[in-house]
């Protein structure tokens, strides 16, 4: 049984919060098979192949159907996810590119970035070492100069971008993709804090944005948590997804970085769904639909009159 989070926990791609990595990339094979012309992910699968939990491989790969072990929302919100990720960076056109927690993200390998970019990828020794080992035995190359850099979120990891050649006077494109809720409130709040000082004028970030939850929210999603680990139970993957997230009131990641002058636009996931022609929400007990991805610009600083 997987424990409730806190400070100094570990973990690997199987296991606690680095599980959910796998999950993502599981359900971005999913939609990759379902509509390639809305997401085009072809490392997700072997990427999940090769970690080897079983449920998910299976997933992943189409030998099992999602039926009720995933909801087709699931499957429609990483189409809709991975898009907007994507399309964020093909927009943002700049040459330092930071995705923190990247976890099974192969951004750095399949977008066509320009000649030139850098991308730094930030997660835990472990998880970047399997990546690349993984991703070179399929013969795959970096599509940019991709810069590993081995460091918890949680540590000094700013002093590891530097050491991997991070020029904080460069713009940079930051992500900060299905993080914000692996992480305590005050650890959020020191994140953006941190990639708004580490950012020149003209830099660009997205992320997501969850709203503070109302009287009774947390509990209905902790319900619904439990009810999709007791269906992955009974499939041997024993993870319990309520303890995998810090719940309680936070700062919302867009008005927290409009007030240190980041200029914003977004949609909801609900909006997304829509533009995209996807099925609507239904029983929406996560809130889901009510989450906004973000992204905007951190423009120059006024002159002085």
């Given at each position: 049984?997987?424990?409730?989070?806190?400070?100094?926990?570990?973990?690997?791609?199987?296991?606690?919060?680095?599980?959910?990595?796998?999950?993502?990339?599981?359900?971005?094979?999913?939609?990759?098979?379902?509509?390639?012309?809305?997401i085009?992910?072809?490392?997700?699968?072997?990427?999940?192949r090769?970690?080897?939990?079983?449920?998910?491989?299976?997933?992943?790969?189409?030998?099992?159907?999602?039926?009720?072990?995933?909801e087709?929302?699931?499957?429609?919100?990483?189409?809709?996810r991975?898009?907007?990720?994507?399309?964020?960076?093909?927009?943002?056109?700049?040459?330092?590119?930071?995705?923190?927690?990247?976890?099974?993200?192969?951004?750095?390998?399949?977008?066509?970035?320009?000649?030139?970019?850098?991308?730094?990828?930030?997660?835990?020794?472990?998880?970047l070492?399997?990546?690349?080992?993984?991703?070179?035995g399929?013969?795959?190359?970096?599509?940019?100069?991709?810069?590993?850099?081995?460091?918890?979120?949680?540590e000094?990891?700013?002093?590891?971008?530097?050491?991997?050649?991070?020029?904080?006077?460069?713009?940079?494109?930051?992500?900060?993709?299905?993080?914000?809720?692996?992480?305590?409130?005050?650890?959020?709040?020191?994140?953006?804090?941190?990639?708004?000082?580490?950012?020149?004028?003209?830099?660009?970030?997205?992320?997501?944005?969850?709203?503070?939850?109302?009287?009774?929210?947390?509990?209905?999603?902790?319900?619904?948590?439990?009810?999709?680990?007791?269906?992955?139970?009974?499939?041997?993957?024993?993870?319990?997804?309520?303890?995998?997230?810090?719940?309680?009131?936070?700062?919302?990641?867009?008005?927290?970085?409009?007030?240190?002058?980041?200029?914003?636009?977004?949609?909801?996931?609900?909006?997304?769904?829509?533009?995209?022609?996807?099925?609507?929400?239904?029983?929406?007990?996560?809130?889901?639909?009510?989450?906004?991805?973000?992204?905007?610009?951190?423009?120059?600083?006024?002159?002085?009159?």
């Amino acid at each position: 049984m997987a424990s409730s989070r806190h400070d100094g926990d570990t973990w690997d791609l199987a296991s606690s919060v680095g599980a959910t990595a796998t999950m993502a990339a599981a359900a971005r094979a999913m939609a990759t098979r379902a509509d390639p012309s809305l997401i085009d992910d072809r490392f997700a699968e072997p990427l999940v192949r090769a970690v080897g939990v079983d449920l998910l491989t299976r997933l992943a790969s189409g030998e099992a159907a999602p039926g009720d072990l995933v909801e087709q929302v699931w499957i429609d919100v990483a189409k809709v996810r991975t898009k907007f990720y994507d399309e964020f960076f093909r927009a943002a056109g700049l040459p330092q590119v930071v995705i923190l927690a990247s976890g099974l993200d192969s951004r750095a390998y399949r977008l066509p970035w320009p000649a030139g970019t850098v991308v730094y990828e930030v997660d835990r020794p472990q998880v970047l070492e399997f990546k690349t080992r993984t991703l070179a035995g399929l013969g795959a190359e970096p599509a940019a100069d991709r810069r590993v850099v081995a460091a918890d979120l949680r540590e000094d990891w700013p002093a590891a971008l530097h050491a991997a050649g991070f020029d904080p006077a460069r713009p940079t494109a930051w992500s900060a993709e299905g993080l914000l809720g692996y992480l305590p409130p005050e650890a959020q709040d020191r994140l953006l804090d941190t990639i708004t000082e580490l950012s020149a004028p003209g830099s660009r970030v997205a992320t997501e944005s969850r709203p503070n939850p109302r009287p009774g929210d947390e509990a209905r999603t902790k319900e619904s948590l439990d009810r999709l680990s007791g269906r992955w139970r009974e499939h041997s993957f024993d993870t319990d997804m309520a303890k995998l997230r810090y719940f309680g009131e936070r700062n919302e990641a867009a008005s927290y970085l409009a007030a240190r002058g980041w200029e914003l636009t977004g949609s909801t996931v609900r909006e997304l769904l829509a533009a995209h022609g996807l099925a609507p929400l239904e029983d929406d007990d996560l809130r889901t639909g009510d989450v906004r991805y973000v992204s905007g610009v951190l423009p120059p600083m006024p002159r002085p009159a």
